[in-house]
């Protein structure tokens, strides 16, 4: 294997870990710099034709724009939930259900999560139950470790109807 190829084809992961952690560059700058770089380097170094790089970069626009639709979904609903009182009232249910942590924790994260991953996938299930397990009293850094934890295994499914629509 040619090293110079390895680091080459490496480059888009190193430079955003260089621009994000080392350099400390706000996402919104880091982001567009390191396709600026990689569009560059696409075409004067793989050969790539500028009609391919800019269908690429067009079709990578679109799927992540329907996630930020997703994710934007989520986060509105969590707001919702939020200004009606609902969350409050959520947590009055669970708490009526069992005062065990364990307990609401498998409720919340592990069932409630991976019904959420299966009906929009992308993190919503770490977005909507890490706020549920603060406002049952979780600290909130284990409650958003636990809520990662338990979306470890829907997620290897993904969100049903998205993966249809990216396929």
């Known amino acids: 294997m040619n090293p110079i190829l390895f680091l080459v084809a490496l480059s888009p992961v190193l430079l955003v870990l260089i621009l994000l952690v080392i350099l400390r560059l706000p996402a919104t700058k880091a982001m567009p710099l390191s396709w600026l770089i990689h569009a560059l380097l696409a075409f004067f170094f793989w050969r790539i034709p500028a009609v391919q790089i800019a269908a690429a970069s067009l079709e990578g626009f679109i799927i992540a724009a329907s996630v930020v639709w997703i994710i934007f979904g989520a986060v509105f609903l969590l707001n919702i939930l939020r200004t009606s009182g609902a969350i409050e009232t959520i947590r009055h249910f669970f708490t009526a259900i069992s005062p065990d942590r364990r307990v609401q924790l498998i409720l919340i994260a592990w069932s409630f999560g991976s ?4 009906a929009a996938g992308f993190g919503t299930p770490a977005a909507i139950c890490a706020p549920l397990l ?13 809520a990662l ?14 993966t249809f629509l990216v396929g």
């Open 115 to 118: 019904f959420l991953e299966g």
């Open 134 to 146: 603060v406002t049952l009293g979780f600290p909130p850094l284990a409650a958003v470790v636990l």
């Open 149 to 162: 934890i338990a979306n470890s295994y829907p997620v290897t499914y993904g969100g049903v109807g998205t």
